[in-house]
Every structure is written in C-alpha cells, then in structure tokens.
C-alpha cells in the first residue's frame, strides 16, 4: 500500500505534475488526472475494499461511509496506470450522497462515459473500479 497514490507527488500548485499534452484523452480524464477527487485515506469508513487487476497490476482501494443506506462520504487510492487513478476519481465524485442500491447499478461503461471516454486497452481500469465498489459494499451488507 505504500506505492498508492497519497497526494504528496502534487507540486506547489496541489497538481500532480504529468505533461498532459502528450495523453490522447478528454479534456475531463485530463482534469480527473490532475485534480483527482476524494484521495486519500477515509478514517470513518464503514465498508473497505482493496481490488487488483490480476493481468497488469493495477490496484484500487476504496473506502465508504455509508449511514442509512447512503454514501456520505468515499476516498480512493490508486497505483497504477492514469485510467486506474481517473477512473477512481471519477466513481469517488459519482457516490458521493448516492444510495447504495443506486452504487449498486452502476456500470463500467458509465465510468467510461464520466471520464469522457477510454481506449478500449484501457478500459479495465473502469471495470476494476466497479469490482472494488461492489467488494467495498458485499463488505458493508455482510
């Protein structure tokens, strides 16, 4: 957990310093990338789930809190490609105030469609998250 993304590689701006210009991605993904949303440890949380991707590496831990059936408050943290980190920040963004019944129903292409898109290479980043969502809450039910 000590290679996870933590938010100390951010510059004195509080970006992350990545040459944006050279990624063939949204204008969003960009944004995503450079201000990700909700990383970071989450101390109250109820429901933990730590996924990875078993063919290239990629991991994903999420945190919630979830209180009468809703997400009050999510964290992420990320280590591996930019579409694992996005896509992370992006479903960090989405839960936040969602039902879990809603958290539930959401899908890999909707991720996809939030980030502004990703090459079809890419695209597990997407799918890793929605895996971690549903270990974090199948932990959270049980």
């Known amino acids: 957990m000590d290679r996870f993304f933590r938010g100390e590689d951010r510059n004195k701006t509080g970006t992350i310093p990545v040459n944006l210009t050279t990624l063939s991605y949204s204008e969003t993904f960009k944004d995503h990338l450079a201000h990700p949303r909700n990383a970071g440890e989450l ?11 078993p063919v290239c590496g990629d991991r994903l831990r999420l945190s919630l809190r979830i209180r009468d059936g809703r997400i009050e408050a ?8 930019p579409p694992t980190l996005v896509s992370g920040s992006a479903l960090a963004e ?9 958290a539930l129903k959401l899908t890999r292409k909707e991720i996809i469609t939030a980030v502004g898109g990703l090459p079809s ?7 890793l998250a ?13």
């Open 43 to 53: 101390s109250s949380a109820n429901a933990v789930a730590e996924q990875t991707n």
């Open 74 to 81: 999510v964290r992420f943290l990320a280590y591996g490609c």
């Open 94 to 102: 989405m839960l936040e105030g969602m039902a879990v019944e809603d």
């Open 121 to 127: 290479r890419k695209q597990h980043a997407a799918a």
């Open 130 to 142: 929605i895996e971690t969502l549903r270990a974090a809450i199948a932990r959270w039910i049980i």
